[in-house]
């Protein structure tokens, strides 16, 4: 079992940037893919931004393309998010994920993070 911590997330008004952190209790680069979804108030949980296992394929929502970057460093066990040109509909908890293969839906993850709240003011 891979357990996940997110970091990072607070408060930014509109037009800001935040780096959200995501730490594996083991290894996982060449071992996991690594995702990143979002849930807002009263919606459904959604796909941000996914990086394969060797990170080389990575994927993006539209709504967040050009604005975020997905990253990871396979010593630290970690998975970064950089978001830039933060929008108030950016504003939701944000959860990290592992899975044996990078994809844009939830149920091709097995591990969540608890998730950390991010809040754009406008």
């Known amino acids: 079992q891979v357990h996940l911590v997110e970091s990072g997330g607070g408060l930014v008004q509109a037009g800001g940037s935040l780096r959200l952190s995501c730490a594996a209790s083991?290894?996982?680069?060449?071992?996991?893919?690594m995702g990143w979804f979002r849930q807002a108030p009263g919606k459904a949980r959604e796909f941000v931004a996914g990086?394969?296992?060797?990170?080389?394929?990575?994927y993006y929502a539209d709504s967040v393309k050009g604005r975020f970057t997905i990253s990871r460093d396979g010593a630290k066990n970690t998975v970064y998010l950089q978001m830039n040109s933060l929008k108030a509909e950016d504003t939701a908890v944000y959860f990290c994920?592992?899975?044996?293969?990078?994809?844009?839906?939830?149920?091709?993850?097995?591990?969540w993070g608890q998730g950390t709240q991010v809040t754009v003011s406008s």
């Open positions: 990086i394969s296992r060797a990170g080389g394929t990575i």
């Open positions: 083991e290894r996982t680069s060449s071992t996991y893919a």
């Open positions: 994920t592992a899975g044996h293969q990078a994809a844009t839906i939830q149920g091709a993850y097995a591990y």
